[in-house]
């Protein structure tokens, strides 16, 4: 029937006919042929040169596809981003970029969930929407950091820090930012480089020196220093009696002490 539809000129008739399939499959909950409706229906508006109906119908498709297959609602988003992008569109792109970061995070494709992010938040940055950058930004900063690269994480995580102290509203939670960076740090940097890096941060934020995050941070770098696992340990059971830490944190938190027990390893075998 589609392909009948296609062989005459009135792409407009052939795009009423499809909607209606669409709607007919979406009701009948046969997502699969509703999304292969709309991936058609997408390219009947590109052939009348209806651009944003067809990135409308390409977000349908996804919509549709995230029911049966995610890697397909991806592919979907990524054609509908390019059709925002060619129409200037931008913050509209940067949306289903971040759809897709989320979508890509919760199936735990996290590489794809790190560039989606990236882009949403070069996007956004570039249309002045500062809050969502940085909310792109942190995203980056979290996935990046369970990839292992922390150093990346660290400088965005600093990166958010310094542009939240400007807005009274969010300059509350640079110390969380500041802290997530620390625990970064101790990941692959010496107690030394850790503490350094500490003092800086009070450039930052001039209230982080007498900030519990800071002491958990400075305690961290002491047993690390130290190669003392049980005062490690210690510091962080008693900050988490206080501030609950999130999974996020406690899984960088045990690297950072697998680096004191791999220390003393090394060690003994000098001996």
Known sequence: MFAAVFGGNKYEDAAELLEKACNNYKLAKMWREAASAFELLADCH????????????????ANAN???????AIANLRRAVEFFNDMGRLS????????????????????????????????????????????CLLKVAEISATLGDH??????FETVGKQSMGNNLLRFSV????????V???CYQTADEVKRALEKYDDIDPSFGASR????????ADAAELGD????????????SMSRLDPWKTKLLLVAKQRIAQAEEDEDDLT
């Open 46 to 61: 590109l052939k009348s040169d209806s651009k944003h109906d067809a990135a409308s119908a390409m977000v349908d498709a």
């Open 66 to 72: 995230k029911k049966v297959s995610v890697d397909a």
């Open 92 to 135: 509209i792109a940067a949306k289903h970029l971040k759809d897709i970061g989320d979508i890509s995070e919760k199936e735990g494709k996290m590489e794809v969930a790190l560039q989606a992010y990236t882009e949403a938040g070069d996007l956004y940055a570039g249309e002045e929407s500062s809050s969502t950058a940085n909310a």
């Open 151 to 156: 150093r990346a994480a660290v400088e965005r």
């Open 175 to 182: 110390k969380g930012y500041l802290l997530n960076a620390g």
């Open 184 to 186: 970064c740090r101790l």
């Open 213 to 220: 995050e800071c002491t958990l941070l400075n305690a961290l």
């Open 229 to 240: 696992q049980d005062a490690f340990a210690s510091a962080l059971a008693e900050y988490d």
